[in-house]
C-alpha cells in the first residue's frame, strides 16, 4: 500500500510538472495532450453531436489550457479536474455564443481543417457518446447546480471530489448536490434515461 501512495503521489507530480511547462515547453505540450487528448474528445462528445464543431471545440480547450496554465495551483486539485473545467468553460461559451449568432464562419473554416479521417473518427466519437448526450437531455430540468455535478461525475467518470474543483464548490456540497439530483432524475426520467443513469452511475467513484 505505501509504494501504491508512494507511486501515486509521484505521478500525480509529474503531471503538475508539465502542465505548468505546457505554456512554455512545447515537448511538454505535447506529453499533456497526449495524456488527456481521449479524455477531452470524450466530454466534447458527450455534449456536441456535429463532428466539426467537437473538433474546433477539443482545439479550443488545449488553446485555453496553455492560456492559462500559469493559473492552476496543486493545491486545488488534480491537473486532470482543472482540464475539466477548462473545458467545461469552452463548452459554455459555445452556448452563449449559440444563442446569440450562428457563427457560420467559423464553422466554415473549422471544416477545411479536417480530412475525411479526422471527420470520420470524430463521427465514431459522437456515436459511441449517444447514450450519453440522451442522459443529458433527461437532465434539462434538473436545477443547474445539481445537473452540472452529476454531468460530471455520472457522464465523465470524475468523483464527486474532483467535480467540486471543476465547479469551484466544496466537496461535501457537491455530493449533496449528486445525491438530490440522482433522486429527482429517477422520479422524473424516462425508464431508458434511468437505465442509462445506472450504467453510468457504476463507474462512479465517491
Known amino acids: 500500500m505505501p509504494d501504491q501512495v508512494l507511486l501515486k503521489?509521484?505521478?500525480?507530480?509529474?503531471?503538475?510538472?508539465?502542465?505548468?511547462?505546457?505554456?512554455?515547453?512545447?515537448?511538454?505540450?505535447?506529453?499533456?495532450?497526449?495524456e488527456h487528448i481521449e479524455r477531452v474528445q470524450r466530454f466534447i462528445a458527450r455534449r456536441v453531436d456535429d463532428p466539426y464543431l467537437a473538433a474546433d471545440l477539443t482545439a479550443e480547450v488545449f488553446v485555453a489550457a496553455i492560456n492559462s496554465a500559469h493559473s492552476y495551483r496543486p493545491a486545488r486539485g488534480t491537473p486532470t479536474g482543472w482540464l475539466y473545467g477548462v473545458a467545461q468553460n469552452v463548452v459554455s461559451a459555445e452556448r452563449r455564443r449559440q444563442t446569440r449568432e450562428l457563427r457560420?464562419?467559423?464553422?466554415?473554416?473549422?471544416?477545411?481543417?479536417?480530412?475525411?479521417?479526422?471527420?470520420?473518427?470524430?463521427?465514431?466519437?459522437?456515436?459511441?457518446?449517444?447514450?450519453?448526450?440522451?442522459?443529458?437531455?433527461?437532465m434539462d430540468d434538473l436545477p443547474?447546480?445539481?445537473?452540472?455535478?452529476?454531468?460530471?461525475?455520472a457522464l465523465d467518470g470524475i468523483s464527486p471530489h474532483e467535480a467540486a474543483q471543476v465547479l469551484g464548490i466544496r466537496a461535501s456540497t457537491a455530493r449533496v448536490r449528486l445525491h438530490r439530483a440522482r433522486?429527482?432524475?429517477?422520479?422524473?426520467?424516462?425508464?431508458?434515461?434511468?437505465?442509462?443513469?445506472?450504467?453510468?452511475?457504476?463507474?462512479?467513484?465517491?
Not at 183 to 191: F, S
Request: charged residues 30%; glycine residues 4%; without cysteine.
Open 144 to 153: 443547474a447546480g445539481e445537473r452540472a455535478v452529476l454531468e460530471l461525475v
Open 9 to 34: 503521489t509521484d505521478t500525480r507530480g509529474r503531471n503538475v510538472a508539465v502542465l505548468l511547462q505546457i505554456g512554455r515547453d512545447s515537448a511538454a505540450f505535447e506529453t499533456f495532450y497526449r
Open 183 to 206: 433522486a429527482r432524475l429517477r422520479d422524473a426520467a424516462p425508464p431508458l434515461a434511468i437505465s442509462s443513469l445506472a450504467d453510468f452511475s457504476s463507474k462512479d467513484i465517491s
Open 104 to 138: 457560420a464562419n467559423q464553422r466554415f473554416s473549422g471544416r477545411r481543417l479536417l480530412t475525411p479521417d479526422d471527420v470520420s473518427r470524430m463521427e465514431d466519437r459522437i456515436d459511441a457518446e449517444a447514450q450519453a448526450r440522451q442522459l443529458l437531455r433527461a
